[in-house]
């Protein structure tokens, strides 16, 4: 599956966090509970990109591969939570997607965006 090969960029992660938060905020009825525990695990994403993003700069090695792992983990709870809810859309699947490419982990970012309502036919995505 297409996707860029991208370094390490966790600054840029916190930006795609904080943007994945904003469309699933978009999406989701926050008066029940599935809606409220995605948000929180958005806001989640978002706070814990947050120093990174603020900083502009990744950590020592060691620690920035630390917390891309956690970060990881973190936005595939949120794609498991988006596909049951149906709040998938395009742009959201494309944030997800640029989020998993700015972690280093651009393959799964592919095909994890799909389930998260990224458009198989966007302009966007790799070819």
């Not at 949120?78 to 859309?89: A, Q, S, Y």
């Amino acid at each position: 599956m297409a996707h860029f090969d991208l370094p390490l960029d966790l600054p840029h992660a916190g930006t795609l966090a904080e943007r994945i938060s904003r469309y699933v905020s978009m999406s989701v009825d926050e008066t029940t509970s599935e809606g409220q525990q995605i948000l929180d695990k958005t806001e989640e994403l978002a706070a814990f990109l947050f120093p990174f993003h603020a900083s502009g700069e990744n950590p020592a090695e060691g620690v920035a591969y630390e917390a891309r792992d956690q970060a990881a983990t973190i936005a595939r709870e949120i794609v498991e939570m988006i596909e049951p809810l149906g709040v998938g859309f395009d742009r959201l699947g494309q944030a997800v997607r640029n989020l998993f490419e700015c972690l280093e982990l651009g393959q799964e970012g592919a095909k994890l965006s799909l389930r998260a309502g990224e458009n198989p036919e966007s302009l966007q995505r790799p070819v």
